[in-house]
């Protein structure tokens, strides 16, 4: 987790299908900010941000970490 967006911007979140604007802002109030920072997250990460978010496993039937990872 991050303290600030590096270079001062967020990216936007949004264009992961499956995040709201409300879950992006909640992403950002918990240091994730970035695109990168999802596609690394572990089995683990996904778990507790799904659970944090409430989202009944939608965070991994969405697939939001490949989603973020570079093409």
């Known amino acids: 987790m991050l303290s ?4 001062g911007a967020p990216d936007d979140l949004t264009l992961i299908d499956g995040v709201s604007a409300l879950q992006q802002s ?3 109030s918990i240091g994730v ?4 920072q999802i596609a690394a997250w572990s089995p683990e990460h996904v778990a507790w941000v ?4 409430r989202l009944r496993g939608a965070t991994d039937d969405e697939d939001w970490n490949e989603q973020a990872a570079p093409p």
Not at 33 to 36: I, N, R, V
């Open 4 to 7: 600030s967006p590096r270079d």
């Open 26 to 28: 909640t992403l950002y």
């Open 33 to 36: 900010y970035h695109f990168d």
């Open 50 to 53: 799904d659970h944090y978010l």
